[in-house]
């Protein structure tokens, strides 16, 4: 059996991808594809985590954990999704982007020492992802959130790269919140290890999300009339429909905290393109891409 840890991040999918592969756990289960209800594994795995102080569990615990998230008595791949992984939306960026996400990672890692797992994580814009998880967060001002941190040196690479370090034989798996709607199939298969035979239900959801109704039927009208041959013509078609009826005030992300210049945002976004490109050339690391 192999573990597949989403980790999210907070404010990319907002759990869509989850929800999706629940929608279709009967054609997922047929290829031994496990994807257990959240509530069975999240405050369970972090009990655990936290009673075992980083060390790594016994075949007893493990059996026990396992048997309490699964009813299944065999599997070849488990989906485990919490955004919570990595740490809370109150402390997503202090001293970095989720600068204790790795060792976190790790104590989880400890509760399953002896099977084989895999990270998956969606990244986003630090000039977009930080306003995000500010609202999503409660109880602290931004001075509290920010804890002094400038938002244009704000790295995903670091967290990748502590993944690497604490965690080295687990690959990663990476795509840009930006790309999401483009590359939604092709993400879906990569965390659920799905066969090219399977069809999931319900994988228009994220782009409905951002598209006009009208946009929408008239792109399924499109796609059934002339089927993509593969997944760079799907890409196509999504973005041309998306260029014509995308809804502004959710592909429009409006920018506004306090002391924030123009200047920043641009030089924030200059730093994340950069960063994606570090991450591409990461060993270990498979990056997905439009």
Known sequence: MRIVYHLGAHCTDEERLLRCLLKNRGALAAEGIIVPGPAK??????????????????????????????????????????????????????????????????????????????FHLAIRNPATFVPAVFQKQSGRSYHEFMDGVQVDSLRWSTLIAALRATNPDMPVTVWCDEDTPLLWPEVLQAVSGHSSAITLADTDDLVASIMSADGLQRMASYMESHPPQNPAQRRRVVSAFLDKFALPEQVDYLIDMEGWSEDLIDRTTQAYDQDVSRIMAMDGVTFLTP
């Open 41 to 118: 594994y999240r405050t369970l795995l972090r009990d655990t985590a936290m009673a075992l102080k980083g060390q790594p569990a016994t075949q007893d615990t493990q059996a026990l954990v396992l048997d309490q998230i699964m009813s299944e008595s065999e599997a070849n791949r488990l989906i485990l999704s919490w955004d919570n992984f990595l740490g809370y939306a109150q402390g997503a960026v202090r001293n970095g982007i989720y600068s204790s996400g790795a060792e976190r990672m790790f104590a989880f890692c400890q509760v399953f020492p002896g099977i084989e797992a895999e």
